[in-house]
């Protein structure tokens, strides 16, 4: 079983490459932006690439980590990982925001992925991503999809697809806060619930 951890197209360099606030996820999409998301004609997701504001925080999104879900093979043909491990945070921080959304529906306060924050001192605090409470589906229906009680919208937008089938587009950002604020982060790990829904992650920003 290959599965994708490696985008097909290349993802753009970042523009502030020393600017440890936005996290680099470079080294972990597996989608690049210019791609047709989970392999699906026309299903491209039109945010500018690189460093730009969502509706009030600034995040670094170049591409998209699409985790595996207990339906994402069926859903969309394509392995996607469980679990990416290690993703360098390296600063002090009072917040972690996430610019991220999900695929393939679940019940409302269904566990979609839990996020490990891993501190210097060797303690650890997970982060528990619900569905509708944190994040909700990028594909968005007037009459059946709400904005998670605890995200708030960071952008909106359309594709050739979703327009054809009576949806729009639409990304969140969540933000945690810190209890340890004084201690360093080294790293946050992701760990899908293995739930129906997909947790897909364009952008991390330490406030």
């Known amino acids: 079983m290959e599965i994708r951890r490696k985008p097909l197209n290349p993802i753009e360099q970042r523009q502030l490459p020393d600017e440890r606030k936005y996290v680099n996820l470079g080294p972990f999409y597996n989608f690049a932006l210019s791609e047709e998301i989970h392999g699906?004609?026309?299903n491209?997701?039109?945010i500018p690439s690189g460093i730009s504001n969502f509706n009030g925080v600034t995040f670094d999104a170049r591409g998209i980590i699409q985790l595996a879900s207990k339906v994402s093979f069926e859903k969309s043909h394509i392995h996607y990982p469980e679990k990416i491990i290690g993703i360098p945070i390296n600063c002090t921080t009072g917040c972690l925001c996430f610019l991220h959304s999900s695929a393939w529906e679940s019940e409302k306060g269904?566990?979609?992925v839990y996020i490990v924050v891993n501190y210097v001192n060797n303690e650890k605090r997970t982060i528990t991503i619900k569905s509708r409470i944190e994040v909700e589906d990028w594909w968005f229906h007037p009459e059946n999809s709400i904005i998670p009680a605890k995200a708030k919208l960071a952008w909106g937008g359309s594709n050739e697809r979703v327009k054809n089938l009576g949806f729009d587009l639409s990304i969140y950002r969540y933000t945690w806060a810190n209890p340890k604020p004084e201690v360093g982060i080294t790293s946050v790990d992701l760990i899908s619930s293995m739930n129906d829904t997909g947790?897909?992650?364009?952008?991390i920003t330490c406030m």
């Open 40 to 42: 699906k004609p026309d």
């Open 44 to 46: 491209k997701i039109p």
């Open 110 to 112: 269904t566990d979609v």
């Open 199 to 203: 947790y897909m992650l364009f952008g």
